[in-house]
């Protein structure tokens, strides 16, 4: 299709794709993470053993260590865990749940705080007040905190939410709450400017409704910062949830994430079994420090002053 | 000034009372407080009296500033786990969490500002770039890995040091320390290099480019001119004037140290509050997770309000601004 291509060339000669091409350690970032995603997404394909079949499980496979040691195995690369369980598969499978875990909480963060300062900025008096004053007291507890908190008080009020796929949703939604406040910030700095300029007068002139401004005109030109917001975040929102799975208030062992992967195998780190919690460890780092550098090249490209 | 400081303390009065409403939500709704202090087969008769007894009766508002009034005197009830008053509990696992923080923060400052001096004065040497790429992991890697990692060389492989508790305490009056024992000591080392490694790094991070910027200031060229030595220029005129913002941003995570202390807590069983918060969690123990909510967020409130007033005293700007607005 011509048009398909003639898009794919203006997006080959676009600043952006020329900053990458520029960037060894945007590109080697950005194949990390894409290794990271397609192993997780394909978790079903690509993993040797399937973690969650009981029958598939040998007990005398149990703790083997990695294939390249003398007692490993070739069909076990990573070695086993406790159950006989494939550490590779683990990842695999956890990664997955990892990713939908910071991808949901990034959605919800960024839902909630995209609306707010839109809200904020384009309603302005003491709606803007209270929200931006809001804000202010949330940004002076670390994030990791209030998610904590809020996971915490949830799984206490509803003793049902710990488990499975209750599990899931709690977290996004406290990694969520706990992130917002970046988003409503920017939001609101970008509206304030935008909302003085010319086709927004217009359309409030032809008596469109101020949540079709909000959300027709004005949101399309205020989401450029949102998206390196949104990749930094990211790699903050895997970390936060690795880090309440590990203390325990997070994904359940029966759908473990890398944190609880990571949770689970530090019990045997004394008797010598290392694999079990330092894979998941160093798979967590991969996916959280691409990520993370992913978005700090994205800032920089994006932003016009260092170009 | 007294506008400024009464806007700032209603400010922290409204979020002290907005947290003390979930705390006391908690409390009043999660578990049926009169089926658990007299078992499943009471009559409702006992249940009515017992709900009058505790004040259960009385509307909402009313059991709120009860409840307000008994924890501004400390009084949060028992836990439900231990069956013992939260406030004996907390007072108990103080010593611990703070002798950890202020280790954590000690290191970070010793360690921290030595480093961005040096990396800020010889920028080519390879040692200030492994300091750089030490920071870079310092940021990037997860508390709990960083903990992990520690445990896995010092104490596993190498066996130097101890992975978990505190050694042995000694009780000096009503508080328990372990800086006067050997084991004590010891068990503080890993834990608090693990808890101070992310602020070691920011401070190190700040000192270097404050150095940097200071050391291009007018006043160092015309030190160097006047033919001061090195050593003099570098510590009395440029480290001086580098430590005001480090010394504010080293305070202000005072209150992330303590925050953070939960994850190292946990990862090396130190017996603090953290790990009672984590615990009260898993065990829905309400009393002791609303008291934890309580402090957390007083101590976040406290370390902002001063800081606050400190920048007021500081900077006549913001003076002008508050005298502007009213």
């Known amino acids: 299709m011509p048009a398909a291509e003639s898009r794919w060339r203006r997006w080959l000669d676009s600043d952006i794709a020329w900053s990458f091409r520029r960037s060894p350690v945007a590109i080697l970032a950005a194949v990390v993470a894409l290794i990271c995603v397609v192993g997780a997404l394909f978790a079903g394909w690509i993993a040797p053993h399937d973690p969650f079949d009981l029958a598939s499980l040998e007990l005398m496979d149990a703790l083997l260590p990695p294939a390249w040691t003398a007692e490993g195995r070739a069909t076990y690369l990573l070695g086993t865990d406790d159950q006989g369980r494939d550490v590779l598969s683990g990842i695999l499978y956890g990664a997955r749940i990892s990713l939908l875990v910071g991808v949901g909480s990034v959605v919800v963060a960024m839902v909630l705080g995209v609306s707010l300062g839109l809200l904020a900025g384009y309603a302005g008096g003491s709606i803007e007040a209270f929200i931006m004053r809001v804000a202010d007291v949330q940004l002076s507890f670390p994030a990791i905190l209030i998610a904590l908190l809020v996971d915490g008080v949830v799984r206490v009020a509803m003793p049902d939410s710990a488990h499975g796929g209750q599990a899931l949703w709690v977290l996004i939604a406290s990694i969520g709450l706990s992130g917002w406040v970046q988003y409503a910030r920017t939001v609101r700095g970008s509206t304030l400017v935008e909302k003085r300029k010319e086709y927004v007068q217009a359309a409030r002139v032809i008596g469109r409704h101020p949540v079709a401004i909000m959300f027709h005109h004005l949101l399309p030109n205020v989401l450029g910062p949102v998206l390196v917001i949104a990749t930094i975040h990211l790699a903050t929102a895997i970390i936060t949830e690795a880090t309440l799975s590990f203390l325990g208030v997070g994904m359940p062992v029966t759908t473990p994430s890398l944190g609880t992967l990571i949770r689970v195998g530090n019990d045997f780190l004394f008797s010598g079994e290392w694999w079990i919690t330092v894979f998941p460890g160093l798979a967590l780092v991969a996916l959280a420090l691409s990520v993370n550098l992913l978005g700090d090249w994205l800032r920089d490209a994006l932003n016009p002053r260092l170009r | ?326």
Not at chain 2, 12 to 25: N, P, Q, R, S, W
Not at chain 2, 86 to 94: G, K, P, W, Y
Not at chain 2, 235 to 261: C, D, E, K, M, Y
């Open chain 2, 1 to 326: 000034m007294a506008a400024f400081v009464l806007r700032r303390l209603v400010q922290a009065a409204l979020v002290m009372a907005a947290v003390g409403l979930i705390a006391f939500a908690l409390f009043r709704f999660v578990g049926d407080p009169v089926v658990f202090m007299l078992g499943q087969d009471a009559t409702p008769a006992e249940r009515a009296a017992m709900s009058a007894q505790l004040g259960l009766d009385q509307p909402f508002h009313v059991q709120y500033g009860r409840f307000v009034a008994r924890a501004v005197q400390g009084d949060f009830g028992l836990s439900l786990r231990q069956l013992r008053p939260v406030s004996t509990l907390f007072a108990e696992r103080l010593p611990a969490t703070l002798e950890l923080s202020l280790a954590a923060a000690l290191f970070a400052v010793a360690v921290g500002i030595p480093m961005g001096v040096y990396t800020a004065l010889k920028p080519r040497s390879w040692l200030s770039q492994a300091f750089l790429v030490v920071s870079l992991i310092g940021v990037s890697l997860p508390t709990f890995l960083i903990g992990i990692l520690l445990i896995l060389v010092f104490a596993v492989q190498l066996g130097w040091l101890p992975s978990f508790g505190r050694g042995d305490v000694v009780m000096l009056g009503g508080w328990s320390t372990g800086l006067l024992t050997v084991s004590g000591l010891k068990a503080l080392i890993l834990p608090s290099i693990t808890l101070g490694l992310f602020q070691m790094t920011l401070i190190m991070r700040l000192t270097r480019s404050e150095m940097l910027e200071v050391l291009r200031a007018d006043h160092i060229r015309f030190a160097r001119a006047r033919g001061l030595p090195d050593r003099l220029v570098h510590f009395r005129h440029a480290l001086r004037n580098t430590l005001v913002p480090v010394i504010t941003v080293a305070g202000l995570q005072l209150g992330s140290i303590v925050a953070f202390a939960i994850i190292t807590e946990t990862v090396f069983q130190w017996p603090g509050m953290g790990l009672l918060f984590i615990q009260s969690v898993m065990f829905a123990d309400v009393p002791v997770m609303g008291a934890y909510l309580c402090l957390i967020a007083l101590l976040f409130v406290i370390i902002n309000l001063v800081v606050d007033l400190l920048y007021y005293a500081v900077d006549p700007r913001l003076r002008l601004d508050g005298a502007a607005a009213h």
